[in-house]
């Protein structure tokens, strides 16, 4: 089983819409979370870092919930520049702080 | 936000030559850099971590005789693919990281590498 899990997509939605991605991990030891976006053939940017509390940024709102060992990210008002790859990023506390990856959601937004 | 760069951005080598790639943080001192891989339609997939002046942690399945990581200031990092073969093309990015901050890292914009 990987560690952090995601769905692949693609999501395709129109200029517009919400869409929201979810993501699972199987570390209790996880200790901070993010997401990324990867544009294609890029290296991962940062997006947000995900609080127990939940957080806003703008059209993007990101929740964890650490009993259920999910998180998920919600984009409002697509954009096509929002076309993307989102992945969900753990950091565990191993001998040393790691940070594991997803594999993965792809978001196709369409005029 | 913190910089780091890689260099060369892309590389096509033949089988069977070894292939040097930089990491460099610009405006600040890297206590640790991170190398990745990432091949097509997968996750990164965190290779090794090494600390300024000391040996590199590879993780599980890592060869370090055939990636070898050096890291001799607090501004570059080097990874060697020696001898690469055809199923050592990928992605390789590296990160660099401030400790006492959060533990974030910076990532650099990847090396694209073909082994033909």
């Known amino acids: 089983r990987k560690e952090v899990e995601q769905d692949p997509g693609p999501f395709n939605v129109p200029e517009g819409a919400t869409v929201a991605f979810n993501c699972t991990y199987s570390?209790?030891?996880?200790?901070?979370f993010f997401w990324y976006r990867q544009d294609c053939r890029k290296e991962p940017k940062l997006l947000m870092s995900?609080?127990?509390s939940g957080n806003e940024d703008g059209r993007f709102t990101a929740q964890l919930n650490r009993a259920s060992q999910y998180i998920s990210l919600l984009i409002r008002d697509s954009k096509l520049s929002d076309s993307a790859t989102y992945l969900c990023v753990v950091n565990v506390r191993y001998s040393s702080y790691k940070l594991i990856f997803g594999s993965g959601t792809r978001l196709l937004v369409r005029p | 936000g913190a910089v780091v760069s890689q260099h060369p951005s892309r590389v096509i080598c033949k089988s069977g030559t070894s292939v040097k790639i930089e990491c460099r943080s610009l405006?600040?001192?890297?206590?640790?850099m991170f190398w990745y891989r990432q091949f097509p339609k997968q996750s990164l997939m965190l290779m090794a971590t090494s600390n300024e002046g000391s040996k590199a942690t590879y993780e599980q399945g890592v060869e370090k005789d055939k990636f070898l990581i050096n890291h001799a200031s607090l501004t570059l990092s080097t990874l060697t693919v020696t001898s690469a073969h055809p199923e050592d093309s990928s992605f390789y990015i590296c990160?660099?990281?401030?400790?006492?901050?959060?533990?974030?890292?910076?990532f650099g914009p990847g090396t694209r590498l073909t082994v033909l």
């Open positions: 405006d600040f001192q890297a206590t640790t």
């Open positions: 995900v609080y127990s």
């Open positions: 990160s660099a990281s401030l400790a006492g901050v959060n533990n974030e890292q910076f």
């Open positions: 570390n209790s030891a996880s200790q901070s």
